[in-house]
């Protein structure tokens, strides 16, 4: 007989270290396999969901804790209401928390997201299992080191449907500061349901137009328009009140000829001009004769443009609300969650943000996460009627 070596040390860890990146790329494969992820949730899948235990526990007791405290911000990032999750705790036995798993969420998701917290608290799955097959009940027990802590059961209640709806977003004035490549391929690098807005007198338009309807994305005429504040200048060429209906023509057909891609026009600024019955209808009947829809940006509480293409037979939308007002990214943030709780309850909502940095930001940071929880991105187009 030979004699073997004993393994090195640093064998074994590294022997360890290809098993842990192993089970996370098993797990998603099998997710890919029963559908439901695009490129956005496996960004979102591949960062660790807030709401986590912010360090690992060092006892039973301690994770036992962790688990029943941190369960309900964990599952909320995948839409699961704290309703739906019951939690029950007697001194004898583990912890039994107990999840009713809407029908539109994959049982295997909600399991990798409480493997996740289990090993970010400290802890590690002892066993999961399918019980009754076919039936839709799956039970995760958890623990530290051998010592049990905490019986998940998930049950698969496909009467139950998240709280979600379809989420449009314009980005206005889409390279017109000229960001540095970065950010403009930032935006570019973002969901192509997104749309962009192209004012007609962006510098370097063929390469403006290029990038923005890069992938099949959506561009919107972003149309000068007079504001209220005679002080504030909306551009060249901008559509005024004190224009004819035939000047008026003209300089919307000048406009969508220098942004041909536009299948859609919505107003920059035009707090005055939009809320003038002549004047929209000028716009909108170009609009018409074009097949054109119209995105109401609703600068002012007064605007008849969405009511007045309504009546012309122009497609048309509404804007709900203005992401960016305050360029802050926290600010953002809260914005496009706010967004999310108009499209939950509305079944659609649009959003309107600009070419700055900080809404890029929180774009990359939120969008992910909406998309985990259900909500669907789409085109502006699509909310158009």
């Known amino acids: 007989m030979i004699k073997r070596t004993p393994r090195p040390l640093w064998h074994l860890v590294l022997s360890g270290l290809l098993v842990a990146v192993a089970i996370p790329v098993m797990l998603a494969s099998q997710w890919h396999e029963h559908g439901g992820r695009d490129r956005f ?8 969901p807030p709401g986590l235990p912010t360090g690992p526990a060092c006892t ?9 405290t941190h369960v309900e911000p964990c599952l909320a990032e995948l ?15 583990p912890d039994l928390i107990v999840v009713r798993v809407p029908g539109d969420l994959p049982l295997l998701v909600v399991n990798h997201y409480l493997t996740r917290l289990t090993e970010t608290s400290g802890g590690r799955v002892l066993r999961a299992e399918e019980k009754a097959p076919g039936r839709g009940v799956v039970e995760i027990g958890a623990g530290f080191d051998s010592v049990a802590t905490t019986l998940f059961v998930l049950h698969r209640t496909p009467e139950i449907q998240r709280r979600t709806g379809r989420i449009a977003v314009v980005i206005d004035d889409f390279g017109y500061q000229r960001p540095d490549k970065h950010q403009l391929a930032g935006f570019c690098a973002l969901p192509p349901q997104i749309t962009f807005a192209v004012l007609p007198y962006a510098r370097r338009m063929d390469t403006l137009l290029e990038a923005a309807g890069a992938g099949g994305r959506q561009v919107l005429l972003h149309l000068p328009m007079e504001a209220t504040d005679a002080s504030v200048n909306p551009g ?16 919307v057909e000048r406009a969508l000829k220098r942004v041909p ?32 829809f119209f995105l109401d940006s609703v600068t002012t509480p007064e605007s008849v443009g969405y009511a007045l293409a309504r009546d012309n037979g122009v497609p048309a939308a509404r804007r709900n609300l203005f992401l960016d007002l305050v360029d802050d990214r926290a600010a953002v943030e809260t914005q496009l969650w706010e967004l999310a709780d108009m499209a939950s ?31 669907r991105l789409v085109p502006v187009s699509e909310l158009v009627r």
């Not at 949730?41 to 660790?48: L, V």
């Not at 079944?347 to 600009?354: C, R």
């Open 79 to 93: 839409g699961v209401s704290p309703e739906l999750i019951s939690r029950h705790r007697s001194p004898d036995r």
């Open 41 to 48: 949730t496996r960004a979102a899948e591949a960062a660790a």
């Open 345 to 375: 309850r509305m079944g659609a909502a649009i959003g309107i943000g600009h070419d700055r940095a900080n809404t890029l930001l929180a774009l990359q940071a939120i969008l992910p996460r909406l998309r985990t929880r259900g909500f």
């Open 261 to 292: 891609l536009a299948v859609g026009v919505n107003n920059h600024m035009g707090s005055r001009a939009t809320a003038d019955p002549r004047v929209m209808n000028a716009v909108l009947q170009v609009l018409h004769e074009h097949d054109l």
């Open 60 to 68: 039973a007791a301690a994770l036992r804790e962790s688990l029943f």
């Open 236 to 251: 060249p060429d901008a559509i005024a009140l004190n224009l004819d209906d035939e000047e008026i023509r003209q300089r």
